[in-house]
């Protein structure tokens, strides 16, 4: 049974590691939902954290191939414990007439906020667990989406759990 | 020459003298600090790995490289005619030796001529090194002549890569790309060196390691596990040691061969294993998959605890997966690569480590333990035996045309089973490893993972150079060796004296093979038509032709060709082989392991 998994890993910042990461995906087929990456506190440290969908078995072989790259120091699938998730989403919306205020109500009750204002547009700042972001533009009428661009999912581990070198 | 001045009065003031020590020249003191070129670091590097041979093709990439190679005498450079063979010879180097093998290319079509090379290596781990050349820096990627994403290209098929941009970096770059290749599950190493970083200078130092964070091989076994193992192996009732690849590369066949003969369980090796068990020990019962033995595939199938050392269940070796897992068995699995465990089969007791430190305490512990391998192996020994008097690798030796199971055959009788062979990929290939028997480690020199056609005649060049008194046999297939035929010339200027074996059927064999099965008979683009007489091929390239085209003459031609008259020469043997003859048995792709086709059911 395929399920939705949360990996985190500390790598080597350093030029091509991330097409190493996105070069395996692709070459054993494994699904990636979406990948995100940046330098830690340690200039020298890039974590990386990828959402992705399988098996217990493809699971295991995506943990066991990302721990083979040399470049690669720590993996560690949030999923397999208590965890945080949060992901950015920017949303571009039309905001004329009555749609106007229903949109800056929608957003508040989304704790959203809006970082953009034109006569006839907004852009609201979203941030949540992937679900929720989905439920905000489940909550707008779509006609209004102008654009939307999220940065995938980011995680951490609750309490003590950390990832670190 | 400001800075040489600073660095004379630095010498002297380190050394607590006023003045050079008598027969000290200007020079000696000055290459104490002198700046290296990036040209000179690689060379150097490669001389403090204390590299013997490297294999290389020139190009403008590598210029300043080969200038430095000239001017030294710490290695042999040997001048391949096709970038592919370099890194098959280097890799043949490693694979024989147990050494990093060293290939050096250019950038552009270096590279990507190089690829084959590094991406065979790579399936089969061999520990090699490859350096090419790239544009110089402000080059990269602007299309510049000969250029390309080197490292791009190479990623999927390399343990790791590197593009060095800062001549600062590139002796430790070296000894990071020696370090990786050689230790914990061995592979290809490519380091891209762009041209201008060879002729920028900075101070030499060759570091004795390098710390890497992020690249730690576990070694050691865990005690928990290897302590559940011993338990499983001896309860076995039906047991079954199976190895392959890993226990050659990591030098454990002495240690395989003593747990083998302790728990006196029959043994059988993948096509990567074998002469990790001795083929001739009563033990063994030969290759296992997809040509392997009636025997070996049924034990397989049929046993009920399975030590799996140094190998990966791929798909030519035990068919299909759900097949396989039908038999409730279970199965312990030593491999340094995590991910090779449980990969294609669910494993019980995983052991990662490295085989031999593994199998030596696993020797450790079954000599303590107070059981004895359980009675039942008797009775499972009869039936293997049963299974052994099927004699599956028999055939017509009344042929009156020549069998390419006699050829090789007559091979081993010839060289008592001492030589160094070679294969190309094909038919031909899996007659060497059934009629071949292999009673040591790292004598058998293939491309198994990736199999590729050509690696024949590279590989037995890299193996005779590494040991210039052996006996090297190159088995192959007239389709084959004309993929990398013109290496006849680079045997020609090292004095290169292989003996090439071919077992020339006027097709590629095993495609023939599979159409005759799978494809009724039709047999699409595999005729090779229009062949060179190729006893006049090596004749015009000073070598020594034969072509044989009965049985009656065959050993006397290997024995002609092994003689001390023809020793100094390289020798091609054109075997004109049955065109009809099938490799058995055989397992279909996508079958179970016991459903094999035997000869005497055609």
Known sequence: MSTRHIISLLMENEAGALSRVAGLFSARAYNIESLTVAPTEDATLSRMTIVTVGSEDVIEQITKQLNKLVDVIKVMDLTEGQHIERELMLVKVKAVGASREEMKRTADIFRGSIIDVTESTYTIELTGAGSKLDAFLEAIDSALIIETVRTGASGIGRGERSLKV | ?602
């Open chain 2, 1 to 602: 020459m400001a800075w040489l001045a600073g660095r004379m009065q630095e010498f002297l003031t380190v050394a607590g003298q006023t003045d050079y020590p008598p027969g000290f020249t200007n020079d000696l003191i000055c290459s104490q600090f002198m700046e290296a070129t990036g040209a000179e670091i690689v060379v150097r590097c490669l001389a403090e790995e204390g590299v013997e041979f490297v294999f290389g093709y020139p190009g403008g990439a590598v210029l300043n490289i080969y200038d430095e190679i000239f001017k030294q005498n710490k290695f042999k450079h040997v001048l391949v005619r096709h970038e592919q063979a370099a890194v098959h010879a280097a890799d043949a180097y490693a694979r024989a030796t147990g050494r990093v093998g060293v290939a050096l290319v250019t950038s552009g079509p270096g590279a990507t001529n190089a690829v084959t090379g590094i991406a065979t290596a790579y399936m089969d781990s061999v520990p090699i090194v490859v350096v090419t050349g790239q544009v110089p820096t402000p080059a990269i990627g602007m299309d510049a002549f000969q250029e390309v994403d080197t490292v791009g290209i190479t990623r999927p098929c390399v343990k790791h890569n590197f593009l060095v941009k800062d001549v600062k970096d590139l002796a430790e770059t070296m000894k990071k790309a020696f370090i990786i290749a050689a230790t914990g599950r061995p592979g290809p190493v490519v380091v891209d060196v762009p041209k201008d970083i060879t002729y920028h200078t900075t101070e030499f130092t060759y570091p004795a390691s390098v710390e890497m964070r992020s690249y730690n091989p576990v070694v050691k076994g865990h005690s928990g596990q290897l302590k559940r193992a011993v338990q499983m192996l001896l309860e076995a009732q039906r047991p079954m040691i199976y190895i392959g690849g890993g226990v050659v590369l990591g030098d454990a066949s002495k240690q395989l061969v003593e747990v083998a003969s302790l728990l006196g369980f029959p043994v059988t090796n993948t096509l990567m294993g074998l002469g990790g068990h001795p083929a001739t020990h009563r033990q063994n019962l030969g290759m296992l998959g997809m040509h392997g033995t009636y025997e070996a595939n049924m034990a397989m199938q049929h046993c009920d605890v399975l030590l799996a050392v140094g190998a990966r269940f791929d798909d030519r070796v035990i068919g299909n997966p759900a097949h396989f897992a039908r038999e409730q068995r279970r199965i312990i699995h030593i491999d340094i690569d995590p991910s090779s465990i449980s990969k294609r089969v669910k494993v019980d007791v995983p052991i990662v480590g490295d085989v031999k430190h593994v199998l030596t305490e696993m020797l450790a512990l079954l000599k303590q333990a107070k059981d004895k391998p359980d009675a039942a192996l008797t009775a499972w020994w009869t039936q293997i035996e049963l299974w052994r008097a099927k004699n599956c690798l028999k055939y017509n030796k009344q042929s009156p045309i020549i069998k390419p199971q006699y050829v090789v055959e007559k091979l081993w009788e010839v060289t008592k089973g001492d030589a160094y062979v070679t294969s190309d990929v094909g038919q031909h290939q899996m007659w060497a490893a059934q009629y071949y028997k292999f009673d040591q480690p790292r004598r058998w020199i293939n491309s198994g993972g990736l199999g590729t056609m050509g690696v024949g005649l590279p590989y037995a060049m890299g193996v005779q150079l590494a040991f210039p008194d052996a006996q090297v046999a190159c088995i192959t297939g007239e389709s084959s060796i004309q993929m990398n035929i013109q290496e006849l010339s680079t045997c020609k200027q090292y004095r290169i004296p292989v003996k090439v074996l071919t077992l020339n059927n006027r097709y590629m064999g095993m495609v023939r093979q599979w159409q005759e099965f799978f494809y009724g008979s039709r047999y699409a683009e595999s005729y090779m038509e229009s062949l060179p007489d190729f006893v006049k091929l090596a004749e015009s390239y000073g070598h020594v032709g034969m072509r044989i085209d009965k049985p009656e003459d065959v050993e006397a031609a290997i024995r002609e060709a092994f003689s001390p008259a023809l020793k100094e020469r390289m020798v091609f043997m054109d075997f004109q082989t049955d065109q009809t003859e099938n490799v058995f048995p055989m397992v279909e792709g996508g079958k179970g392991l016991s459903e094999m086709i035997l000869a005497e059911e055609l």
